[in-house]
């Protein structure tokens, strides 16, 4: 028997009026020494809920393989913590979150068989989901409500109605949750669209919506599709996130307060969505594609009221004071700013070029044609393809796949151009000065795409490569997962520039660890760890200036920074300062 239940309009918790004033927090985006600290100050913005998706790709990255949970992902963790604030959980575990994650958490080895039909009743699809929810729901049923723990509710799918009709494929995942003991209030999430609604919703399972603004007119909207039944926002918009190259979304927090305000005014239910963004730390950000594809940034920070480092912001203290008035909020103090590191530059004084370093230490799979990032296994990072070119002179390179998603070019270890799957490129003009010349072309997959059709869309050369209308046989292909960059032979780096792809690692000290922002002038584009732990993807394209270095990463003592550095770069320096910039505004 489910511990939250529906009336004509509204909750019953235990029997008791309820309302759910949750937030989104996901775990996977937040350190995990840092979680008990967000929880305790969801609770004292006033929340009794929190709300997290489960990103089945990092959750499972081999589908042979057991189950990741430990970590930034041991969610039973999260979830003794959650119940220890006294918060509830709603958990979404998709098997699709979109949530501008990589894929919007479908595993990669799934998707890369483009016979399967994702996020449909295409029983080798269905098959792998309740291969993982038998794996992943033990571990998680003790911290259900029926079991005493905080979850009280479980999502089904994410916004379905805006992807497909498939009817039979929300009726089964719904089965599924039920088959393996999920007793909880079962719930759908669609935009107030009736089609959606329509589409992503199931008899039995209470259909929520998701909107950001014209509170009333949703709330509206909901109800016509559902005639009575509680008023529920799942996702409540109170600000936005980012993409390289655009601007860096606010919402003005009295705004977004005044809409919270007109929700709970209507009696509703809300899911602030995000409360905590948090980052997406290593290479888990996912992308847009509506005319072209448009990976998102490494800050997660969603303008929400606790920042990017877990300082409430105007918008903590707009929405508690909402709150306040509604429903109350603990007689406690408003937690303030985390302490800063001071400011510390950091100079990279030790090098090591990422292309001989790629070609001896992977292991290279042969193809005729290069082969794509699955294919050799890989879900993420980079690859560098190789191959000699028996022609010379000045021709157009032609990648007649395309590209995922963005690729440079070497002729004889020289930089001979970068063409973007964002920009559509396709072809490059290069010279090759003598026969035999080595063509290499490291490509990154910049994060799969999360919403809409091209989800699963595969990565790296996607197809035969021709130089001058021939086409060039006998690749070498090398993936790199760029992990933990600790295997590699760093050599002492004559100051200032380095015109190709390299490592670059520097040592600095710390008296006592802080929250800091690693600022990179000079620098182009590239991934940075700090002692081991990937921080996230840099890139003067902007609009994010800073990555979030959170304090549990630091130690007192020494310290270590790896760039990967994918351009030349003049700087030799980097720095950590104690204020975070994710760009220019979008007005
Ligand atoms: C939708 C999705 C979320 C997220 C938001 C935008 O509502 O359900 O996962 O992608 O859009 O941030």
Known sequence: MSALTTTSDGFLLHGEPFRILSGALHYFRVHPEQWGDRLRKARLMGLNTVETYVPWNLHQPDPGGPLVLDGILDLPRFLRLAGAEGLRVLLRPGPFICAEWDGGGLPAWLTADREIRPRSADPRFTGAVDRYLDLLLPPLLPHFAAAGGPVVAVQVENEYGAYGTDTAYLEHLAGALRARGVEELLFTCDQTDPAHQAAGSLPGVLATATFGSRVEESLRRLRAHRSEGPLMCAEFWIGWFDHWGGPHHVRDAADAAADLDRLLAAGASVNVYMFHGGTNFGLTSGADHHHAYTPTVTSYDYDAPLTECGDPGPKYHAFREVIARHAGVPDEPVPGPSPKLAPVEVELDRRAPLLPYAAASVPPVRGDDPLPLHALGQASGLVLYRTAVPATGAGLLHFTGGIGDRAQVFVDGGPAGVLERERHEETLPVRIARPGAVLEVLVENMGGVN?????????????????????????????????????????????????????HRGTFEVAAPADAFLSLPGWSKGLAWVNGFALGRYWNRGPQRTLYVPAPVLRSGANDLVLLELHGTRAARAHLTDTPDLGPVKV
């Open 451 to 503: 919403y809409g059709p091209h989800i699963g869309d595969p990565k790296g050369l996607l197809g035969p490569v021709e130089f001058d209308g021939t086409v060039l046989r006998g690749w070498d292909c090398h993936a790199l997962p760029a992990a933990d960059p600790g295997a590699v032979p760093f050599a002492p780096a004559d100051p200032g520039a380095s015109a190709v792809p390299a490592f």
